[in-house]
């Protein structure tokens, strides 16, 4: 079964680098991790993504993830921090089954992050 | 960049009434998918859609529910009967598909269902 914790409830900053911890559990051997930043008006941004078969750490924008993968841990990385980066951020586990076909995903229960100017 | 739509952005009805909420997805994704978002929780999967068939579904998608996309227009959700316990926020997404960089998924802004 797959699961999705994401440790922290909350988190603040003030203007600076942001590191939001992620734990899953899957059974598959192929998985994506992505992560997504819902607005406070409800809508999801997606914001990066991890494949779990590519070691290297992946970057987007300000946006970066720390892959550890024998652990089942994934961090997000958020530099240099704007108070428009306020939100709660979701990690989401997609597994990709021999067949391949585009599953539901799992959601984390969410951080709240709070970027103060 | 890509949107999904949902149609209305809130809905309120009376338990055991039917409810139909509608989703615009991204024009040529061929996946389609509906979450349920309790207050405070975290979005859970309720089902997939592709090619006309519900490929996999969670144990939250009771049998009161059904989805359908007839001719390519509007991938719905029905709910019948509404139940006091559907009341939450329901997300549409959608996805290109296969593999890693077609997994992600686009989500609408939700419909807030209300069942009094």
């Known amino acids: 079964a797959q699961r999705v914790t994401q440790v922290q409830s909350t988190g603040s900053s003030q203007w600076g680098e942001v590191t939001l911890d992620c734990s899953y559990e899957t059974s598959e051997y192929s998985y994506l991790i992505l992560w997504y930043r819902q607005l406070f008006s409800g809508e999801m941004v997606f914001l990066i993504y991890q494949p779990s078969f590519d070691t290297q750490n992946q970057r987007s924008g300000h946006y970066s993830v720390v892959f550890q993968k024998s652990f089942k841990s994934i961090s997000l990385v958020i530099s240099a921090s704007q108070p428009e980066d306020s939100g709660t951020y979701f990690c989401a586990l997609s597994e990709l089954p021999r067949n391949n076909y585009a599953q539901g995903l799992t959601f984390g229960l969410g951080t709240r992050v709070s970027v103060f100017p | 960049g890509p949107k999904v739509l949902q149609i209305p952005s809130h809905q309120i009805i009376d338990m055991g009434q039917m409810v139909t909420l509608n989703c615009d997805p991204v024009?040529?994704?061929?996946?389609f998918y509906w979450y349920k978002q309790i207050l405070g929780q975290q979005m859970e999967f309720l089902v997939n859609?592709?090619?006309?068939?519900?490929?996999?579904k969670s144990k939250l998608f009771k049998d009161q529910f059904s989805v359908e996309r007839p001719d390519g227009s509007y991938f719905t959700l029905k709910i019948q009967p509404t139940a006091l316990e559907d009341s939450a926020v329901y997300f549409c997404?959608?996805?290109?598909?296969?593999?890693?960089?077609?997994?992600?998924?686009?989500f609408g802004p939700g419909t807030r269902l209300t069942v009094l």
């Open positions: 859609f592709y090619n006309g068939k519900v490929m996999e």
């Open positions: 997404a959608s996805s290109l598909g296969l593999g890693d960089i077609y997994a992600e998924q686009f």
């Open positions: 024009s040529n994704h061929l996946y």
